[in-house]
Every structure is written in C-alpha cells, then in structure tokens.
C-alpha cells in the first residue's frame, strides 16, 4: 500500500465507522468534520509519519485522534450523535474499516475519498511550503494529492499544506 495514500484510507476508515446519522466528511488530507452547519466542528484526525529510504517506507506510524464521549471547546464528539456509543464499540468498528481499506487498491481509497469528501468542489486556501495557494479544491490526483484550480484556470498539485475552506475562514 502506498504510504501517501494511508491518511486518506486512514480518513475513509474513519468516515466508515462513525457512522453518524447527521453525517460527517473528511478534509483534506486529515481532518474528520461535522457535515452540517458552520462552522464545521472537527472530530477526529490522522497523522502519518514514515521512514523513508528512497520512495520506499520502511516504517510507518499511523496515528488516529478521535473525540468519542468528549471534546475540546469548538470541536465535536461522536457521541454527540450516538449518545450510546462506547470507546470500545468504536475502536472495534474502526480497527475493521482500517483492516478493509489499507487493503484496497488506490483507485477505491481515492473514490471513496471523494464520496465523503468536504473539501472537493470548494473554494481553499491552501498554506504549502513554497506559499500560499488559492482557488477551487478540485480533485485528488493518483497519489491523493489536492489538485487546487487558481482563478487563472492553472492547476495547483498540493502534496502538503493546511487546507482552509474559505467559507469558514
């Protein structure tokens, strides 16, 4: 499995178990978020750190925070939503979808994505390395790269940045 695509399937598996009847959806590349009013309330994350030799990950640390019967000030829990929700319950639910989709090939990580996508199709702002970016979060490229469409009409490919819809900014 490519090591790129882990947040993202990270993110999927998420998505999968939690389940919530009002709905929750990922931003890109690690945030799981509240689908309905603003702002959006953030309830989980994924962090990824790998040792890399070359292109090839000799190890990597996948970490998962989720908010299940608690959260920060401005943020949201999942038992918010499914008031009977225990840790453990979640924890089953989600070692099983990390099981299911770091196993699946990229396209369906990457399709799966963009179902429970809330960046896609919205206007960002996007801090990178090399500057800020803005435009239109228009696609996922084959790595899961964010493809940001400039008001010029150019392409941006975002490999890493902090990714802010602008509507909540």
């Known amino acids: 499995f490519r090591s790129a695509l882990m947040p993202l399937a990270a993110g999927v598996a998420l998505h999968a178990a939690a389940a919530l009847p009002v709905g929750v959806g990922l931003k890109w590349p690690n945030d799981l978020l509240t689908r309905a009013g603003l702002p959006r309330r953030k309830v989980a994350g994924v962090l990824l750190e790998a040792e890399l030799r070359g292109e090839e990950a000799r190890r990597a640390v996948l970490g998962i925070g989720v908010?299940?019967?608690?959260?920060?000030?401005?943020?949201?829990?999942?038992?918010?939503?499914?008031?009977t929700l225990t840790r453990a319950a979640f924890l089953a639910a989600l070692l099983g979808e990390l099981e299911h989709w770091l196993a699946?090939?990229?396209?369906?990580?990457?399709?799966?994505?963009?179902?429970?996508?809330?960046?896609?199709?919205?206007?960002?702002?996007?801090?990178?390395?090399?500057?800020?970016?803005?435009?239109?979060?228009s696609d996922l490229d084959a790595q899961g790269n964010l493809l940001v469409t400039g008001e010029d009409g150019q392409i941006h490919t975002v490999s890493a940045g902090d990714v802010q819809l602008v509507g909540e900014l």
Do not use: C, I, K, M
């Open 104 to 137: 699946q090939p990229a396209p369906a990580v990457l399709d799966a994505w963009r179902q429970a996508s809330l960046t896609l199709g919205q206007a960002v702002q996007v801090q990178t390395p090399r500057g800020l970016v803005s435009g239109t979060a």
């Open 67 to 83: 908010n299940v019967t608690a959260a920060p000030e401005g943020a949201a829990h999942l038992a918010e939503f499914r008031p």
